[in-house]
């Protein structure tokens, strides 16, 4: 065989094992489970199936035509409140009306360098990210009331934005959070430009795999939250680049000491948002990547003061993560926290409102929390492309599974016209959905309720004190704890 030979077999033989490489990863592993049975208080729990490499099942950006929306739930109709927009992230509802976007994407070398990371890159485009960030805060104001926004305005662009996200606002002060680090800018309700000099408030862990920072404040305005997303799956490139990430950080305003960190073990934690009935911190948070279809749940659950959800060590409390190289802390199994509610496995939840009182979107969503769901990108068939509802029952806590309220965004054919990402409350009580990939922000309203009730704080009363012993003090000791109440670790 002549050497020009032998290389046209070698090359054909290269060529038909890459391309039955790329064909396996392309196609995915089928799951086994719906979104469904993976979500709620109790998912069911798939058997953990690692992958060196992961599937892939991107969904290709199409977007909408003029006559094309989501497909609303029963009761609720879906307009267009503003269009035309660079890859709009974060939305937030000042208390005139105006609603501010961030127009923002993942900063320049954001995936780190070399083969792994443009892979990332490519895959990201793949799935809608332009790779190039607008850093741009816009406001759009509906003047007529119309549910349209007829007034589009830059506030900033550049200028000290780089990948803006997170946003807030109290007394003539506008929270923003760029990737590295919080800023205040001057700012009173009616101006259409951020034309000052900022301050910072806070530096953040920069950069890395989850490059959004999400931000909250306190309803008594002296505290602000901030999440922070891990560099990468697993800490497969060591905790020492994990420092300060996975985490939700608490400032305290007019103190002199260092922000803290308010919990952490969050994978990637992102829609910030206060429970109406009892006060309490709550979260959205991607969970981790290569166990499958089926695993890991995304979650919806609440954030104590110096709580740990696991990353990377464990996930969902009980299991561990043999694939970590790191050890955890000492008696780690002891203080770790399940999450409360499961959102399905691979579903990038994103953005989450609760409904708080004057909402009108009937009462079948009066009680409860609202969550986009970005989609997956390594799921077959895909998870997410939605936005849900979860219901609350009167003690704070959410039950069932979640009900859909926008739909629609998955093609037959395995395309996608737009990404659920950031949801915000509009003035007359509408839900904002903003479009990444489409670059549009939706209005979804039930034109027939009236705004629903507000949320009462759930209050209750205090034990009265103890002022002697009775009985036998060691008889409270005694008593033995049932089977299914013993938690193991597997």
Do not use: C
Not at 28 to 50: F, I, M, Q
Not at 220 to 249: C, P, T
């Amino acid at each position: 065989m002549s050497t020009k030979r032998k290389l046209l077999v070698a090359l054909s033989v290269f060529l038909l094992v890459f391309g039955g490489l790329f064909f396996w990863i392309w196609r995915g592993t089928p799951a086994k489970y719906t979104v469904e049975e993976l979500s709620g208080r109790d998912p069911v729990l798939a058997k953990p199936k690692p992958e060196q490499i992961p599937s892939i099942a991107i969904a290709s950006p199409i977007g909408w035509q003029a006559n094309e929306a989501p497909v609303a739930a029963k009761g609720l109709t879906v307009t267009r409140f503003a269009e035309g927009l660079d890859h709009p992230r974060v939305i937030y509802t000042l208390p005139n009306g105006d609603v501010i976007a961030a127009l923002a994407d993942a900063p320049k070398g954001a995936m780190g360098s070399g083969i792994m990371a443009s892979v990332a890159n490519w895959l990201m485009q793949s799935a809608g990210a332009h790779g190039k960030s607008a850093d741009a805060l816009v406001l759009l104001r509906d003047t007529d009331g119309n549910g349209t926004a007829d007034q589009k305005h830059t506030l900033r662009q550049g200028n000290g934005l780089v990948s803006p996200s997170g946003l807030a606002w109290r007394d003539d002060v506008l929270y923003v959070a760029n990737h590295d680090m919080v800023q205040a800018f001057p700012y009173k309700l009616g101006e259409t430009a951020l034309n000052a000099a900022p301050s910072k408030v806070m530096d953040l862990p920069g950069g890395g795999n989850h490059w959004m920072r999400n931000i909250v404040l306190s309803a008594d305005g002296k505290r602000l939250y901030a999440a922070v997303g891990s560099s990468s799956n697993i800490a497969e490139n060591g905790m020492e680049i994990e420092k300060g990430r996975a985490a939700i950080w608490e400032k305290t305003f007019g103190s002199k000491g260092y922000p803290r960190q308010y919990a952490n073990g969050l994978r990637n934690p992102n829609g910030l948002a206060w429970n109406p009935r009892t006060g309490e911190l709550w979260v959205t948070v991607n969970e981790r990547d290569m166990l499958g279809p089926d695993l890991v749940p995304d979650y919806l659950t609440s954030v104590p003061l110096g709580s740990h959800y696991g990353w990377p060590f464990v996930w969902w409390k009980v299991f561990d993560d043999d694939r970590v190289v790191a050890a955890p802390p000492d008696y780690f199994d002891d203080y770790v926290r399940k999450p409360e509610f499961a959102l399905g496995a691979h579903t990038a939840s994103l953005g989450l409102v609760f409904v708080t009182g004057g909402q009108r979107m009937g009462p079948q969503f009066a009680s409860g929390a609202f969550i986009a769901r970005h989609g997956s990108w390594n799921r077959t068939p895909p998870s997410g492309y939605d936005v849900v509802f979860v219901t609350f029952d009167q003690f704070g806590n959410p039950q069932g599974k979640p009900i859909p309220v926008l739909t629609g965004f998955l093609t037959t054919d395995g395309d996608t016209h737009g990404r659920p990402t950031w949801l915000a409350w509009s003035k007359e009580g509408a839900l904002l959905v903003s479009d990444d990939t489409a670059g549009i922000i939706w209005r979804v309203i039930d034109p027939a309720a009236a705004p629903s009730a507000q949320v009462k704080p759930l209050v209750t009363g205090r034990l009265p004190a103890q002022r002697s012993l009775t009985g036998d003090p060691d008889a409270r000791y005694t008593a033995k704890m049932k089977d299914e109440t013993l938690v193991k670790q597997r």
